[in-house]
């Protein structure tokens, strides 16, 4: 089989290691010829593509990033682009296509599916957010990143007698923020599905210091809103998938805070820190497991799948399934667990 593979949406970590396994498998075992498309779906647009071979991949587990590139292209929004999406593959004899994203990426992936096209997914996004996998590779690291940026902060907050406010990434659900912020031993957490109240918030901390606490931690995801009335936020321009540029909304709180608590306040914003460098063991282990299966269900035929996590083995779900909504926080997580340290 001819296979290609195409990495879209935000690069993160793993992403290399997904290849050299479909690369592995597929060549060692299957005797396939593996094509890299370069950018996302630009790279199907515009024919632009590079051999993939066992050799080609020596190295590359560790690294973060993507061999092949990526990009925010959607053919969707293009003139004629899914037709020349087809057209571009059938030109490049693809007998099946290996697409590595989040859901914007495996969104366009579904609905080429419906129009003929034999493709398999594998979940992409530190930001954690997609249905019917578990988990996706690249998150683990981010928390991980997030976490020892809190650890530093702590020491330094705690010399100073501050309220730092740390924003991480995670456009419509706060698992980073979540998760790192029980890691760091946060006193708040403010995510995207649980809009908050900067009073609440700041009396709570009040509460805090009063008792003998003069540092504090408070997290907050990007994609974070106020509840509406509450506080004004600025909006950003928008992607080819319609999403806004986030990046900001902890400068809000912070200045929130110190108004009304009259807290030292400082804010550091993580941003692409968390998708760089290197993968932890346990997102090169899933990418790798992802891979492995991804090329196995294309010699399967499994069009239109998309590999995931659940109970600890790697299943196929329907890509349509997976990109119909976004997987937000937990609730037992966020208010069982995160809350319990609240102030
Ligand atoms: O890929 C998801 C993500 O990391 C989000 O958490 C974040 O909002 C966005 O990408 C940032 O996108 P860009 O790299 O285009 O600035």
């Known amino acids: 089989m001819r296979v290609g593979l195409l990495t879209g949406g935000g690069d993160c970590p793993g ?14 075992h299957y005797g396939d010829e593996l094509v890299g498309f370069l950018d996302g779906w630009k790279g199907v ?8 071979d066992v050799e080609r991949c020596r190295g590359i587990l560790p690294k973060g990033g993507t061999m092949l590139g990526t990009s925010r292209t959607n053919p969707y929004k ?12 059938r030109a490049e004899g693809i007998d099946a296509l290996v697409a590595i994203g989040g859901d914007d990426t495996l969104g366009v992936a579904n609905k080429l599916a419906g129009e003929g096209l034999m493709v398999v997914g594998v979940p992409k996004t530190i930001d954690n957010d997609l249905s019917a996998t578990e988990v996706t590779f690249g998150f683990d690291t981010a928390v991980q990143i997030a ?30 923020a979540t998760q790192a912020g029980i890691a760091g031993g946060a006193a708040e957490i403010l995510i995207p599905e649980e ?52 990046g900001g909304i902890a400068n809000r709180v912070a200045q929130g805070i110190e108004e009304r608590t009259g807290f030292e306040t400082r804010v550091t914003i993580l941003g692409h820190v ?70």
């Not at 992403?15 to 060692?28: D, W």
């Not at 293009?78 to 593959?89: I, K, M, P, Y």
């Not at 020491?155 to 698992?175: C, F, K, L, P, Q």
């Open 147 to 176: 976490t020892d940026a809190i650890d530093r902060l702590h020491t330094t907050a705690e010399s100073h007698d501050r309220v730092m406010v740390v924003e991480v990434m995670g456009r419509h659900a706060g698992w980073i």
């Open 15 to 28: 992403l290399n290691a997904v290849i050299r396994a479909v690369v592995r498998k597929g060549e060692r």
């Open 274 to 343: 968390q998708r760089g460098g290197t993968p932890t063991a346990f997102d090169r282990i899933l990418a790798t497991r992802f891979g492995i299966a991804a090329i196995d269900a294309a010699h399967a035929g499994a069009t239109g799948q998309m590999v995931a996590l659940q109970a600890g083995h790697i299943v196929l779900v329907p890509l349509e399934e997976a990109v119909g909504a976004s997987k937000t926080v937990d609730p037992d997580l966020y208010h069982g667990v995160a809350e319990a340290f609240f102030g």
């Open 195 to 246: 809009p908050f109240d900067i009073d609440a918030i700041c009396e709570r901390l009040k509460g805090r210091h009063n008792r003998g606490r003069y540092a504090s931690l408070v997290v907050v995801a990007e994609g974070t809103v106020p509840v509406e009335g509450t506080m004004e936020v600025q909006s950003g321009e928008l992607d080819a998938f319609g999403h806004v540029r986030l």
């Open 45 to 52: 647009l515009d024919r632009q593509t590079m051999p993939l």
């Open 78 to 89: 293009v003139e004629g682009g899914s037709q020349r999406a087809l057209d571009n593959l």
